[in-house]
């Protein structure tokens, strides 16, 4: 993976050597173990809690011919760890059955009944189930399938509660006592150490003496997916599990991914974690908010490339219906929403006609327009009946990094059907006669809950022009640093003499910058975005600090590094 290391340490220029230091990299070892990670630095899958006794488990599966049933999470993490492990399976000459629920009629995690219509299915009801990215919250479901005779092994990575957890094999890192605590492993991760610790015991007992043993590089690539798509720190395992998938996803051997490729416009060159970010994740997810997230594993397990195109196609239909459903609730949304109301609560709550599978991307939308809580609601059609103020609302939050919507959440919990999520982003259901309020509460719960430090200035890392960041020597080391994302962020610049020629607002909303530079006597082009209030600023011209980050751009089946403007800023103000 690392490659021949035609960079040295000596080599790296100071300001990204004290940016690196600065992140708790020291001294020439640690910095290019950061540069050129090696698979063999992953740590062994045994030291996961439940590894031993899951390949064990499954071991006597393979042995005893019993059936064995996948279940996973309908997002990005949790198809692609299942496509692993069907991969994988399909190596060891195993066929397994495979369910995903769907997000609107069935919602995460185990439920009985697909459960019970899976043994019907297969007519067997003493399957082995595995899940992906769920399932250590369904504690009463795996008690009542070993009822039937089947047995349970749970891979998750979602926080747990050590009083309750599920009565069968679990491996989930987050367990307090797991050799992979703090690892924070997605669970396409989790799924992947579950694949390589059955390998590794399936050789060391000859099973490999008449086929192939896999190769689990292979895998890597839905590693680089499924982890970069659910924003796990990539940092540790996580870091050195994505660069080499995003290496092996650039030659894939899955039709699929290969034809996932090439209807992004990415199919040849470097891959980088920004490609996974807005293309391929928001194409596999679309399969699951616009229609059934079954497709997204289909395109990723099929074996026959007309199959893959066909599907690829498919996905890019279902991801520009999503582009534009976004738009259209958008609109609905801020037609619904009173400014005055918003700023007056510091927080936006709307409930409307949204489309459920977009919920969370138009929550995320709106907090960036006001820069607030933001929670969006849409009424959950039962039955095609209108139940009155006993209607459930689903919904879905976003908060700024400064409010921590579980805590709002957590404070109307008495009025609240469900809820659950993390600090910036959380789902609820509620009654609709509750909606009233529920609102009041919200409001109550901004105004008085403990608003953390907000870290909303962007800070340079240090002072080098746009000039001198385009040589080799600063793009070759920056190159060496991806993958960006949580926990290794990409690093931030100022040149503080840089001249803009020309600006101008664009978006359907003015609410980004289109720059042309002209620094040290080269012109340059930049993008700024949510910055399209800034313009003023912008065109006050010469002088104007410029605060930027580099990010790959593809345009036109080329591409290049662009620079990214986080601010704009005249001196001394």
Known sequence: MAGNNSIRYEDIPEALVNILERRGLEGKNQVEGFLYPH??????????????????????????????????????????????????????????YW?????????????????????????????????????????SEIVELQRWGAAAIITDHHRISSDSLPPCIVINPNQPDCGFCGEHLAGVGVAFYLAAGLRSFLREHGYFENQAVPNLKHFLSFAALGSIADMVPLRRSNRVLVRAGLEVLGKTEFPGLRSLLETSGIADGKIFADDVGFQLGPKLNAAGRMANAKLAVELLTCRGELEAKKMARKLDQLNTLRKSTCEKDLEKALALIDQFEVESTRCCIVNGDFHHGILGILASRLMELFKTPTIVLSAID??????????????????????????????????????????????????????????????????????????????????????????????????????FGQGNERPIFVDKEAVIIDVRQVGSRKEHLQISFRTNGRPCKGIGFHLGDKIKIAREGRGCEVVYSLAPNRFNGNLRWQVLVLDLKIPNH
């Open 382 to 483: 039962i039955d095609g009946g209108d139940c009155g103020d006993n209607k459930v609302l689903k919904g879905s939050c976003r908060s700024p990094e400064h409010i921590d919507i579980t805590n709002i959440l957590h404070f109307c919990k008495d009025l609240l059907e469900s809820y659950g999520g993390h600090k910036a982003a959380a789902g609820l259901s509620l009654k609709e006669g509750n909606l009233k309020e529920f609102k009041n509460k919200v409001y109550l719960a901004v105004k008085s809950s403990p608003v953390e430090k907000s870290i909303t200035e962007v800070v340079p890392e240090d002072e080098i022009s746009i000039q001198e960041i385009f040589s080799p020597s600063y793009l070759n080391i920056l190159s060496l640093c991806e993958p």
């Open 99 to 139: 369910h995903v629920p769907d997000r609107l009629t069935e919602g995460y995690g185990l439920n009985i009944q697909n459960l019970r219509k899976i043994g019907e299915t297969i007519n067997d009801f003493s399957y082995l189930l595995i899940t992906v990215d769920c399932g250590i919250a369904n504690s």
């Open 39 to 96: 698979l063999s630095d992953l740590p062994s899958p045994f030291l996961m809690k439940g590894m031993e006794e899951a390949v064990k488990c499954i071991v006597a599966a393979l042995d005893t011919n019993r059936n064995i049933v996948l279940w996973g999470d309908y997002d990005v993490d949790g198809t692609t760890g299942i496509a692993l492990l069907i991969s994988f399976f399909r190596c060891l000459g195993k066929e397994v």
